[in-house]
């Protein structure tokens, strides 16, 4: 079974290149449970913005601000993520909000390279002290737009942002100037592989061009002490209430419910 903290040489890792991977973070019975149901969730796939690249591909893109009892939440909840979080951010974490992120065979678009932070400055987040972990529902793969990251990034700080056609990415000239310093890597990942990043840390994504699919679970969180200072469609600290790691199996594939909240399209 998977420990709920990371080692020290697993944080010093992280403070250095600004992500981890974490290999069989989901055992193959839990992350066949989240592929069941996200991939045969009506509600959840009803719910999605459909977020379009440059190149007119699209990103089927499902938001939620509160982590309820289906098996999204569970595992936002789960101790196996939120006690890292807490290692890794070195304070009390509250969900800030978590998607499902789902590029399809053939038509799934790109990301455009961003900073996390660069949006949740705007909201009124202060602090960098805000972190992600992408969990794979789906192999995740160079052919079908695995993520990218730019090693180390993250220390640049925030970076600044602008509107690309629907998605907003930063600004290009520092982005290709961090490409020069900061190595690329493709973050290849299987089904239930989690990845752990930086909230400053570059990332982007290529367009699905493949035969199969690349869904992702994204949660993201906030540090209790960075607070917002607006008001904006996240929330600001609401205490998290953890959750035994053995109750993802316990919950199976239920799936959203009509009472989720989700974000609707502007």
């Given amino acids: 079974m998977i420990s709920s903290y990371f080692t020290p040489a697993e944080i010093e890792q992280y403070q250095q290149n600004g992500f981890l991977l974490i290999e069989d973070f989901l055992d193959t019975e839990e992350a066949l449970l989240l592929q069941q149901a996200s991939h045969n969730d009506a509600i959840l796939q009803k719910a999605a913005m459909d977020v379009k690249d440059a190149a007119g591909r699209r990103t089927n893109l499902s938001v939620w601000n509160h982590p309820g009892d289906d098996i999204y939440g569970v595992i936002a909840r789960s101790e196996r993520v939120v006690n890292r979080m807490e290692q890794l951010l070195d304070d009390e974490v509250y969900h800030y909000h978590s998607k499902l ?18 949006y949740w400055y705007k909201n009124g987040c202060l602090l960098p002290t805000m972190a992600s972990v992408f969990i794979a529902v ?37 982005v290709e100037l961090a490409k020069q310093r900061f190595p690329l890597f493709y973050c290849e990942m299987k089904a239930g592989t989690a990845l752990f990043f930086d909230g400053n840390l570059l990332h982007r994504s290529d367009p699905n061009l493949s035969d199969f699919p690349r869904w992702g679970l994204i949660c993201c969180y906030n540090t209790k002490t960075n607070d917002p200072l607006l008001p904006h469609h996240h929330p600001g600290y609401t205490p998290l209430s953890k959750l035994p790691d053995s109750t993802i199996r316990e919950t199976g594939v239920k799936t959203a419910s009509l009472q989720s909240q989700f974000l609707k399209q502007a």
């Fill in 101 to 118: 992120s789902a590029k399809e065979p053939r038509v799934g678009g790109a990301w455009e390279w961003h900073q996390d932070y660069g």
């Fill in 138 to 174: 789906d192999p995740a793969t160079r052919e079908n737009g695995c993520m990218q990251v730019l090693t180390g990034s993250h220390r640049m700080g925030r970076i600044d942002h602008h509107f690309e056609g629907e998605q907003t990415g930063a600004d290009l000239e520092r």
